[in-house]
C-alpha cells in the first residue's frame, strides 16, 4: 500500500472504530497488530471443550451500542455480520443469604419491585433514571466528546445560561458524589444497594470514588434503555465485522506486525518502523497504546509530556469460564435469563474486596460477575448445555498475600496461585447452584498477568486502561498537560481506554479523533 494517509497502531475497538470511519471517508488507511488476530480484549475461542465458545475478556457492548461509535457505523457492520442478542433482564444481584433482585428493562416493574422492599426506594428510581434521561444530552456529550473544545464550551455556557451557575454548580457537586454517599442516602433496602454497589467497579472506580454515585446511575440508565447485549457467536464476531468494513473501503490490516519505532520527521510523525524492519510511512499515526508504550516505548522516552511514571494503574481482572454438561440450577428465583450476576453482599463487601486488591491481597471474598451468554446466545454451546463467563473485577496487579491467610503466595501469579484463587471463587458459586459439581464440565482461568500476556495493553492484568480515579480522568486523561487525543508530535494521535473518554467497549477515542480527521 503506498500513500498512506494513517497508520493505526493496534486494533481494538477504539482502532477499529477509528480505522472504519476513514477508510469509509476514502483515506488510505493500514492497521497494524502485533497479535495473531484483530480485537485487542474482543476476541471469542473454545477455551474449554469443543463446541463450548467462550468470551476471553470482553462480552457486553452495551456502551458501544449506546454510543454515537454505533450510531455511525452500525448499519454497515450489521452487512457484514454483527448482530446482537438481548436479555429483558439485563442484571441482578445475588447475596450470601440467597436473595437476588432483578433488573430489567422495564422502569416501572423496576420501580414497584424496588417499593416492595422499602417504599420509596422505587420512586427513588425513577427519579436517578429520570433525572440522567433529562440531562442526557448534556451529560453524554461531557461523557464522549473532546472536551477541549468550542462545542464544548458552548455546552458548558448553554447548561449555565439555562440553569443558572447556582443550580450548574450544584449538579456537578452531584455528579461527583460517591456511590456509597448516594446509595446509603436515598435508597433503605440492602438488595438495591447490592445491585448497584458492584457496578461501580466495571468503570474502575470503588464505592468510595468520586463520580462512581453519577456513574452507575449512567449504566443503570443504559442498561434500561440497551440492556446487556453480547454480539452471536462471540466478541470476536465483532472484530470480524469491522475487518469486513475496513477491507471493503480498500483498508488493510495486518497482524502479527509489532510496530517498534514511530518515525518523526521536522517535528512530525511520519511513520513507524515494524519488529520485522520495515519502514513504513503515513500523513498520520494513531497509537491505540498504554501511555508507558507510547512514550517510553515506540517513542523512546522522547516527547513525554509528564512522567509515565506517575500514570497509576488500577486493579486487575481475573477471568474464569466454564463448560456445563446441563442449564444452571440457580438456587435463588428468577436468574435463568439474566445477562450478568453480581455475586455480592453489598456497598462493604465491595469495598472491602477492592480495598484488598488494591493492597495486593488476594479478596477473601471477591466480588464476582457472572454472565449467561448462553441464554442470550443459543450457538455459544452444544443444545442442552451452558457455559458461563465469570469477571471477578478486584484482582491484585501484584500479589502481596492473601487476605484470608489460606493460600500461600510467592508475589506472583503463578499457576498454582492462580487455580488456588480460581477454587475459592468456585467455591462461592458452587454455594448458589445446585446441580454445579454434577453438571460442570471443565474450567479455564486467567489471571491478570495470563491477561497482560494476551494484550500488551492490559498493564498488570488492568482492562481500564489505567485507574479511573478523577486526578487521571475527563480532561487529565492519561496526563494533565494533553489536549483530548492530541500529542506534543503534530500528527501523532493517543487513543485507547487511557484516554478520554476512558475504558469499555464505546469506542469513544477512536470516533473522536476520526471525526476530527474529517471522518
Same mark, same amino acid.
Given at each position: 500500500m503506498v500513500g498512506l494517509d494513517h497508520i493505526i497502531v493496534g486494533s481494538g475497538i477504539n482502532a477499529l472504530v477509528a480505522a472504519a470511519m476513514l477508510a469509509r471517508k476514502g483515506d488510505k488507511v493500514l492497521v497494524l497488530e502485533r497479535e495473531d488476530r484483530i480485537g485487542g480484549c474482543m476476541a471469542?475461542? /473454545? *477455551?474449554?471443550?469443543?463446541?463450548? &465458545? &467462550?468470551?476471553?475478556?470482553?462480552?457486553?457492548?452495551? *456502551?458501544? *451500542?449506546?454510543?454515537?461509535? #454505533? @450510531?455511525?457505523?452500525?448499519?454497515d457492520l450489521a452487512k457484514y455480520g454483527l448482530e446482537f442478542c438481548h436479555s429483558a433482564q439485563p442484571t441482578a444481584v445475588l447475596r450470601p443469604n440467597g436473595h437476588a433482585l432483578v433488573y430489567s428493562q422495564n422502569r416501572d416493574a423496576n420501580a414497584a419491585a424496588f417499593n416492595? $422492599?422499602?417504599?420509596?426506594?422505587?420512586?427513588?428510581?425513577?427519579?436517578?433514571?429520570g433525572g440522567i434521561e433529562h440531562d442526557a444530552d448534556f451529560l453524554f456529550s461531557l461523557?464522549?466528546? =473532546?472536551?477541549?473544545?468550542?462545542?464544548?464550551?458552548? $455546552?458548558?455556557?448553554?447548561?449555565?445560561?439555562? #440553569?443558572?451557575?447556582?443550580?450548574?454548580?450544584?449538579?456537578?457537586? /452531584?455528579? $461527583?458524589?460517591? %456511590?456509597?454517599?448516594?446509595?446509603?442516602?436515598?435508597?433503605?433496602s440492602e438488595d438495591v444497594q447490592a445491585l448497584w454497589a458492584p457496578w461501580v467497579l466495571h468503570v474502575g472506580l470503588t464505592p468510595e470514588a468520586s463520580y462512581s454515585g453519577q456513574m452507575v446511575r449512567v449504566i443503570a440508565f443504559a442498561l434500561e434503555a440497551? @440492556?446487556? =447485549?453480547?454480539?452471536?457467536?462471540? %466478541?470476536?464476531?465483532? %472484530?470480524?465485522?469491522?475487518?469486513? *468494513?475496513?477491507?471493503? &473501503? @480498500?483498508?488493510?490490516?495486518?497482524?502479527?506486525?509489532?510496530?517498534?519505532?514511530?518515525l518523526i520527521r521536522n517535528g512530525k510523525a511520519d511513520g513507524v518502523e515494524t519488529a520485522a524492519g520495515e519502514t513504513l510511512h503515513a500523513k498520520n499515526v494513531i497509537a491505540s497504546t498504554a501511555p508507558g508504550q507510547l512514550y517510553d516505548g515506540l517513542l523512546g522516552g522522547n516527547h513525554t509530556p509528564e512522567s509515565s511514571k506517575k500514570f497509576r494503574y488500577g486493579r486487575g481482572n481475573f477471568q474464569l469460564h466454564y463448560a456445563f454438561d446441563a442449564p444452571l440450577d440457580w438456587a435463588a428465583e428468577g436468574l435463568d435469563n439474566v445477562a450478568l450476576i453480581h455475586l455480592a453482599d453489598g456497598i462493604d463487601s465491595v469495598s472491602r474486596s477492592c480495598n484488598e486488591a488494591e493492597r495486593g491481597m488476594l479478596p477473601a471474598v471477591p466480588t464476582i460477575c457472572v454472565g449467561q451468554p448462553h441464554r442470550l446466545d443459543p450457538t455459544r454451546c452444544p443444545d442442552g448445555k451452558a457455559v458461563l463467563w465469570v469477571q471477578i473485577p478486584d484482582a491484585p496487579r501484584v500479589i502481596k498475600g492473601?487476605?484470608?491467610?489460606?493460600?500461600?503466595?510467592?508475589?506472583?501469579?503463578?499457576?498454582?496461585?492462580?487455580?488456588?484463587?480460581?477454587?475459592?471463587?468456585e467455591a462461592i458459586l458452587r454455594a448458589h447452584i445446585r446441580n454445579f459439581d454434577v453438571a460442570k464440565l471443565a474450567r479455564r482461568a486467567y489471571s491478570p498477568s495470563d491477561l497482560e500476556a494476551l494484550n500488551v495493553n492490559l498493564v498488570g492484568g488492568d482492562p481500564y486502561g489505567g485507574a479511573c480515579a478523577l486526578d487521571q480522568f475527563f480532561v487529565w486523561r492519561p496526563f494533565g498537560s494533553q489536549v483530548n487525543n492530541a500529542t506534543s508530535v503534530k500528527g501523532l494521535y493517543h487513543i485507547g481506554a487511557s484516554t478520554h473518554p476512558g475504558p469499555g467497549l464505546g469506542g469513544g477515542s477512536g470516533f473522536n479523533v476520526a471525526k476530527g480527521l474529517g471522518a
Amino acid at each position: 500500500m503506498v500513500g498512506l494517509d494513517h497508520i493505526i497502531v493496534g486494533s481494538g475497538i477504539n482502532a477499529l472504530v477509528a480505522a472504519a470511519m476513514l477508510a469509509r471517508k476514502g483515506d488510505k488507511v493500514l492497521v497494524l497488530e502485533r497479535e495473531d488476530r484483530i480485537g485487542g480484549c474482543m476476541a471469542t475461542d /473454545q *477455551l474449554t471443550l469443543p463446541g463450548f &465458545h &467462550h468470551d476471553v475478556m470482553a462480552a457486553t457492548f452495551v *456502551l458501544f *451500542l449506546t454510543g454515537p461509535a #454505533h @450510531g455511525a457505523l452500525g448499519d454497515d457492520l450489521a452487512k457484514y455480520g454483527l448482530e446482537f442478542c438481548h436479555s429483558a433482564q439485563p442484571t441482578a444481584v445475588l447475596r450470601p443469604n440467597g436473595h437476588a433482585l432483578v433488573y430489567s428493562q422495564n422502569r416501572d416493574a423496576n420501580a414497584a419491585a424496588f417499593n416492595a $422492599l422499602s417504599q420509596g426506594d422505587g420512586d427513588q428510581l425513577r427519579g436517578d433514571i429520570g433525572g440522567i434521561e433529562h440531562d442526557a444530552d448534556f451529560l453524554f456529550s461531557l461523557l464522549g466528546q =473532546p472536551l477541549w473544545s468550542r462545542s464544548v464550551a458552548v $455546552l458548558l455556557a448553554k447548561q449555565v445560561w439555562k #440553569h443558572g451557575l447556582n443550580n450548574t454548580k450544584a449538579w456537578f457537586g /452531584q455528579a $461527583l458524589e460517591p %456511590a456509597r454517599g448516594w446509595l446509603e442516602t436515598r435508597y433503605a433496602s440492602e438488595d438495591v444497594q447490592a445491585l448497584w454497589a458492584p457496578w461501580v467497579l466495571h468503570v474502575g472506580l470503588t464505592p468510595e470514588a468520586s463520580y462512581s454515585g453519577q456513574m452507575v446511575r449512567v449504566i443503570a440508565f443504559a442498561l434500561e434503555a440497551a @440492556g446487556a =447485549p453480547v454480539v452471536k457467536g462471540g %466478541a470476536g464476531q465483532a %472484530a470480524q465485522a469491522f475487518r469486513s *468494513l475496513i477491507e471493503a &473501503h @480498500g483498508g488493510e490490516i495486518r497482524t502479527s506486525a509489532e510496530v517498534t519505532r514511530i518515525l518523526i520527521r521536522n517535528g512530525k510523525a511520519d511513520g513507524v518502523e515494524t519488529a520485522a524492519g520495515e519502514t513504513l510511512h503515513a500523513k498520520n499515526v494513531i497509537a491505540s497504546t498504554a501511555p508507558g508504550q507510547l512514550y517510553d516505548g515506540l517513542l523512546g522516552g522522547n516527547h513525554t509530556p509528564e512522567s509515565s511514571k506517575k500514570f497509576r494503574y488500577g486493579r486487575g481482572n481475573f477471568q474464569l469460564h466454564y463448560a456445563f454438561d446441563a442449564p444452571l440450577d440457580w438456587a435463588a428465583e428468577g436468574l435463568d435469563n439474566v445477562a450478568l450476576i453480581h455475586l455480592a453482599d453489598g456497598i462493604d463487601s465491595v469495598s472491602r474486596s477492592c480495598n484488598e486488591a488494591e493492597r495486593g491481597m488476594l479478596p477473601a471474598v471477591p466480588t464476582i460477575c457472572v454472565g449467561q451468554p448462553h441464554r442470550l446466545d443459543p450457538t455459544r454451546c452444544p443444545d442442552g448445555k451452558a457455559v458461563l463467563w465469570v469477571q471477578i473485577p478486584d484482582a491484585p496487579r501484584v500479589i502481596k498475600g492473601d487476605a484470608a491467610g489460606e493460600i500461600k503466595t510467592d508475589g506472583t501469579w503463578s499457576e498454582v496461585t492462580r487455580e488456588a484463587f480460581a477454587d475459592r471463587i468456585e467455591a462461592i458459586l458452587r454455594a448458589h447452584i445446585r446441580n454445579f459439581d454434577v453438571a460442570k464440565l471443565a474450567r479455564r482461568a486467567y489471571s491478570p498477568s495470563d491477561l497482560e500476556a494476551l494484550n500488551v495493553n492490559l498493564v498488570g492484568g488492568d482492562p481500564y486502561g489505567g485507574a479511573c480515579a478523577l486526578d487521571q480522568f475527563f480532561v487529565w486523561r492519561p496526563f494533565g498537560s494533553q489536549v483530548n487525543n492530541a500529542t506534543s508530535v503534530k500528527g501523532l494521535y493517543h487513543i485507547g481506554a487511557s484516554t478520554h473518554p476512558g475504558p469499555g467497549l464505546g469506542g469513544g477515542s477512536g470516533f473522536n479523533v476520526a471525526k476530527g480527521l474529517g471522518a
